[in-house]
């Protein structure tokens, strides 16, 4: 019989533990506590080393800002959903 199983796509990282997430200005807010594959949960759980005070569950993501700088570094609506910035200018970059 013919396997006409689809081949299973490999899951892309989209973010590798360590990795620093940034305001769009650079500066340090948390960084990734584990690898996490593209569309895995991005719950506050999966960011350590928390630079500035981590957010609470009653507070809102779009009202997160960057505490030195009150930059923004997560963002809604976009057409992927929830990103967050990494990098600092001019390498800095949404995912
Ligand atoms: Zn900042």
Excluded at 4 to 19: D, F, L
Excluded at 60 to 74: E, F, L, M, Q
Aim: proline share 7%.
């Amino acid at each position: 019989m013919l396997d006409t199983t689809p081949e299973k796509p490999q899951r892309r990282i989209w973010a590798y533990k360590g990795e620093t997430v940034t305001c769009i200005k650079g500066h340090a807010i948390c960084s990734i506590a584990e690898d996490i594959l593209v569309g895995s949960p991005r719950h506050a759980g999966r960011f350590t080393n928390w630079v500035q005070p981590e957010p609470d569950r009653k507070t809102s993501v779009a009202d997160i800002r960057c505490t030195k700088c009150r930059g923004v570094w997560i963002r809604g609506n976009t057409k992927h959903g929830w990103q967050f910035h990494f990098g600092a200018p001019p390498h800095g970059e949404w995912r």
